[in-house]
């Protein structure tokens, strides 16, 4: 046992009146609801980045954070390893998730990036095996070097879409190797500083060569997982491919992958692009995209990611809603993509983000369940759309009628239809009652 | 003659120094410019709603506009294409548009509306004949009356989707009668107040029938104008299923209409979406959907639709630049979608707005041109991308190797990729240079 | 008895597990919480224009609402009251609040309106004798009619100034006569749509000299209520000069005028402004300027007003934190300036709107109250500042030391800081346990 | 002389038809304009932190410039004072400003980081007067380092307001010696990153003191140049105290400190407060507060600070408009607080930016002149608020009348204003012909 967290014992289930300053209030993994244990509904993961690779540097200030793991290359890399099975322990969640550089450092090359890369990988197997933790995803980071500065499938050199290639290759093989059920793509540098110095579809054809690359390799070596793409509007770059979930379908239809990849959806993310989060799924839901959830919230007032740990139980339980309404995630979670803030210096303080977390997405898993149990809200919905079921919405679905058709149908019948109440209030309050 | 301009005459070209509170300064219809007149490029048209129709209310006030021929039913109408047709040879612009309630009076069913459509729109026509001004477009208005208030092709009533076809086929006919060469759908009404009532899925079926059906009737009578559709992200719905360029493409796939339909891009819509105006008229040209623009601005600093008059000539030459790129709007045009401000009372207001959206337009027509004719902005851009035009990058791009062949080509070449400047500002003052 | 509620009862507390789709399952007026009635800390009040003289109307589309009222002149005012009255009987709330708009007719000129005016304040005067039901404010519209487009205290032409005042004359008295509790002052129309024809200086000389004979008007009649301010950014302006408490404290202080007046804060508002709520009222409080608040909500994907009930209880818990450690509202309240949907075209939505209101704001007080009966939420922020309380803090605080000192003093004693954990994920957590 | 800019030399004026890449074609510093040399109007400054100190990271990757000064310590410090003298003359531009860590390496101690500062100053003060530049304004780095992660001078921890202080008076002082005209408070840290750990009225408190002792002190030693405070309405912090002018008056006037501090105001940092640039100039330049300008841009369509360099020509004519109407910015300056992009690696970035950013500001002040000197949209102004300057509108203004008195007045003379044209497209016409 390292120290890191001297003093802390695993986080329990208290139970919403508990007094203490650190126990899981409504997050009751073993308790069942809906037919299934409340932590196979959510499957929690740890995010590696965030967690232990953060250092509080913003803007406009560096590192606040002091880790006894920083800039110690590969041996830093073995004890940061250590603490974050030591966390998985104490926050008691299944999963977790991780970049290639935030397990092992970077090498001056590929192949001793690589190198590094398997030691770790070798350490992590060992260490999942006895804990019996398991790997949501694993993704490679090809945005922070500044190699790709200027995008990486999407780059203008094809040199830097080959070493992206050889980046991800490792990384798919060894999260292949480790379980994961997941292979998670986010391109923060595919996009576009300036339009100016930018060919769109030439980028966007690179970036559908370097996603079916990773298709067919994944199913070359037997990966079953799913393959995600995460949206992000913008930021690094002034402007993302990836978008939104709308745009990410568009795009893989395309080119003919929209049955290979699914989308994992984070809640900032959906709020930076001008969207609510449930918005984000109702549309990848009903597109069969809805893969996984990178759990967090975005502040309300500012203009870029900040990635809060997330606090809104409503929220959540919309989330839950659509989630539960196409049977759950499947090999998907709620991974935390969340970090304590820059003035969080101790360890205690990354429990109290990732209690906050879980309490919120327990709660929302609650509330949805309640809501979709009693019935009601559903039936108002389907009442809502009856008419499309049968007569007139279904001879107009169905292709039966032209538009001179319908039209002549309307001067026949008198067709003069009248607006019905949405009753909007009404629904709100239902949600609130279960929440 | 009616006197609404009394006083008013025909708007000229004068040249930049011109002293005349009322003239072009840029815009000069005749003026060869990259081997067309430049009335020919910009192909502008006057948005009969904006001009004619607009009241001057806003949500916390009233009207604020004095037209003769508003509450006049038909017989104001025919007023309102008096002065329109007067409106047109005073600002001196070849094309128009319109929705069918700005040209005439809403009637108590269908029948009623299309017969006054019928009157007023053969008034048109002979006023087009004498006077050679053509029409850009036509469009159904299907979000003005209540019966749209919960959308109308994808309302959760049939009867509201089969009204609204009954209506756009009256106006899609009239259209096509007119010599129209587009045909265009706004769909303002079509997306969500709430979530909490709404089946995404179903309404977006529901909104793919109803273009197939436009399209199919299209065809029927003949109508070889383009087919357009507007994106909006929001506003007056929460959330709208026409969001944005690529949204619209990724709806078209899923339905098969991908080919049958482009779209017709507002500055304003762009804004609001996240997007700059530049952006999406280069996803839309990249994806062949760049079909017409609606020229206007947003107010940079309100939430909403404001469609004040373009002023920026740096933004339309970036428009133009990849318009020009495109080989031009085919049968498009660039649509004054914009209002004069409510305190704007006066008949020669409605000229000034349209004067300097005009003047801008030159301005960027001319500011690309000269962009292009000089050459080394393309030749910037050709050069940074060569990499892809043959070896490595065609290897890849051309699907000659696998992931697993190129990581290994990293490895045995040493690939180490090492980044060249993206020469932002070198870029921007090359445009500021032409501008 | 009018007919336009008929089939609905009062709402009555039934408690969070009631199965009625309309009660109140969380506000209970006469429930003792923190030592006053619940009702008496909130203080809930329905706003005369958006409950009964709302159309449903929006930028792209007119009237939805049917009322037996609308376009009735005088006699449809008289039916408007006797409904509003009834309703405030079924939603059993003690205030109201109204602009003299929403309760008379306009007429052609000044003297006709308040003639209008004076006929229904009686009867309102009557119905709240009869009634017991209470005036928490009066205002007068000075933004919808057309002679307001380009301000009123702040328009260019002083007579429009005239017009303005002559209005407010007759509405503060008005106020003052049926007991009201405080006179309202929001400056839609006091900013500009363009800078380009803008005095600043000015405008804020006139708005100033507005505010004076406002004040000393009520000093004069023995009006003792509260005169408050209600910020907004923008909207229907592109910029207005009450943008938000700290924009408004600066211009009462510019004028002398800062103990005088209070603001009237509204969610909505302080989000469009890019603030939270919490942060509007704790400047406020901190500035002993909060005086009363405007219930709802803003869409947080939409860019303008949009006047949603609140449905946020963690939202308003901190709203109730803020208003508690002040000792209350005084004679302010909680007004909702909240409107049902223009889909929401049923009588019974108007009673939905405000029992998510109610329950929302009863949640968050409740909410409030324990966080700080609990107590350790106040002790961490005394804690965290306790440094000031003493020695160096109060040193620098008092003045005793100058900048030389200071340094003199750094030097001297080795003094080099050490950061401390922020802890804010444990206070989300804290706050969350009490919600 | 460094190599660094090998190949580089200095930038002349050619004029707009110039063909060089790198050549001023509107700035030329030496054209009298308005009765004096351009140079004069815009007195332009470089940002020693941008232009020297930039590595070019972002939030998703580190380091992406190559400089030679970097992590060499005092003696990094020394070539890249070299280099940014070589870069001034290379620019031509006679002022430059800097925080104290951009130009010296911080110390384990403020005594440590004091001395170093000393060195560096004492060379940048040789080079200043072999080179004949100048320093427009000193600032102390209160935000980098992590002691200052929970504010400065509103630190819950008065030891580190105490080392604040230490620091801007080595700071203040140096800048004095080195005859800067002016010293700027920014106040990133100067607010909070969530209310619920925080006193708005204690840390407001602290602010005031701090800002009084930097007055007080300047007094003492005797600067007499500008105190400039400069408003951000956030980033790094969720909220920031100096919000935009309108805040920073509010707060100035009730610590009594509204005549000695004037703002420095950043294009940016206006727009992030969802203000125009040159709304905070007119604002400023009406409360006698609009000391001098960070001259920059923000994407339209990022929600944080780009500090991208200014390319609209339009928007700085507006802003000169208002230098212009108030004689200057005396003391102040232009100073570009903007950066190359972080893919712009190459020197001759550096200078691209800049030759950007002064042609820019070159074409926006003619374009201003022209406007002012032409006179018609002085003269409209002056017009449309005519009726303030005698009868009603100054017995208004002059306090003449009361409510009462202004009311019976509407009466007894039947006013009933009728509202005029705002002429808002014919005035955005007005300027565009002459920018």
Not at 174 to 192: A, D, I, P
Not at 263 to 269: A, D, F, L, Q
Not at 334 to 352: G, T
Not at 414 to 432: A, T
């Amino acid at each position: 046992m390292t120290d890191f967290f001297k003093g802390l014992s695993q986080v329990k289930f208290e139970g919403p009146q508990s007094r203490s300053p650190l126990a899981y209030r409504h997050y009751n993994k073993d308790e069942m609801i809906a037919g299934k244990r409340m932590e196979d509904h959510i499957r929690p993961a740890i995010a590696y980045w965030h967690t232990f690779a953060q250092e509080g540097g913003d803007p406009f200030g560096g590192r606040t954070f002091d880790r006894p793991w920083f800039d110690k290359g590969l041996e830093g890399a073995k004890l940061k390893a250590e603490v974050a099975f030591e966390f998985f322990d104490l926050i008691d969640v299944p999963f977790f998730a991780f970049h290639d550089v935030d397990v092992a450092p970077e090498g001056a090359t590929l192949d001793e990036s690589n190198k590094n890369l398997r030691v770790i990988g070798d350490i992590i197997g060992q260490k999942m095996q006895q804990s019996g933790k398991k790997l949501l995803w694993g993704t490679a980071n090809l945005f922070s070097n500044r190699r790709y500065m200027a995008g990486a499938a999407t780059n203008p050199d094809p040199e830097v879409f080959a070493y992206a290639a050889g980046q991800v290759k490792a990384v798919l093989e060894l999260t292949h190797e480790l379980g994961g059920e997941n292979y998670v793509l986010w391109g923060g540098r595919e996009g576009y500083e300036t339009l100016l110095n930018t060919k769109i579809g030439q980028e966007q054809d690179q970036m559908a060569r370097f996603l079916t690359l990773v298709i067919e390799h994944a199913e070359k070596i037997g990966f079953t997982g799913q393959i995600l793409i995460e949206p992000k509007p913008q930021e690094p770059s002034k402007h993302q491919y990836d978008y939104d979930v709308a745009t990410v379908y568009g795009f893989l239809q395309k080119y003919g992958l929209e049955k290979k990849v699914k989308c994992n959806i984070e809640v900032g993310h959906a709020f930076l692009a001008g969207h609510s989060f449930e918005h984000e799924l109702a549309v990848a839901s009903s597109l069969g995209m809805l893969g996984s959830v990178d759990a967090n919230r975005n502040d309300l007032q500012s203009g870029w990611d900040t990635d809060h740990f997330p606090n809104n139980a409503g929220e959540m339980a919309l989330a839950f809603y659509y989630i539960l309404k196409q049977g759950g995630l499947g090999k998907g979670g709620f991974n935390f993509d969340a970090k304590v803030r820059r003035q969080s210096l101790d360890a205690a303080d990354l429990l109290h983000g990732h209690v906050l977390g879980l309490d919120t997405l327990a709660r929302g898993l609650k509330g949805a369940v309640a809501l979709i149990e009693d019935g009601e809200f559903d039936k108002l919905l389907d009442d809502r759309y009856a008419g499309w079921d049968n007569g007139l919405g279904q001879d107009i679905l169905g292709g039966k009628l032209s538009l001179a058709d319908i039209a002549a149908k309307v001067q026949a019948d008198g067709i003069n239809p009248q607006p019905r109440s949405g009753r909007q209030e009404y629904l709100e309050n239902l949600v609130n009652r279960f929440v």
